[in-house]
């Protein structure tokens, strides 16, 4: 072996580990994220979104904790059992709000947690803390409690 082509393999052999190290970086960056990520969506006390599916059985799951200004989304899961997602109590409608259903009905703020009509999806914002009962205005025996913590 002459000396051009031992320092052309010293060199492959220094890019090898470039390379290495490069590539295991990416992938200690990548395992990183998706452990935070991973971690984020599995600490119910600090969720920012999730998804309630509503049927025949009900809100599922019916207990739900969200950080403050955390979405719910709300999704009838099946034609036959209409949906409409709204703060208790039943008919007033104003325990989130402060307002009764004929006041904030149709909710053009977005503020009301009120769907203020059936249909097939519901998302809400909830910006205030607390523990907030809610049903379905379709099917008031259908409950469940959105926990909104800061
Ligand atoms: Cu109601």
Redesign the pocket.
């Known amino acids: 072996m002459d000396i051009s082509s031992a320092m052309a393999s010293r060199k492959n052999v220094a890019g090898l580990l470039i390379g290495i190290v490069l590539v295991g970086t990416v992938l200690l960056g990548a395992w990183l994220l998706m452990n935070k990520l991973l971690t984020q969506t599995s600490d119910t006390g600090g969720v920012k979104a999730v998804v309630v599916m509503y049927d025949s059985g009900g809100f599922s799951p019916s207990e739900v904790t969200v950080k403050q200004g955390g979405t719910v989304t709300f999704l009838q899961n099946n034609a036959e059992y209409e949906m ?1 997602v ?1 703060s208790d109590d ?2 007033e ?1 104003a325990d989130y709000s402060g307002t009764p ?1 004929e006041e904030h009905c149709p909710d053009v703020s977005g503020l009301k947690f009120d769907q203020c009509g059936s249909g097939v999806s519901y998302s809400f914002t909830f910006q205030k803390t607390g523990a907030w009962g809610y ?1 379905n ?1 379709e099917n ?1 025996e259908a409950k469940g409690t959105i926990t909104v913590t800061q």
């Open positions: 409409w709204a039943h008919l409608h259903m049903h205005h008031p």
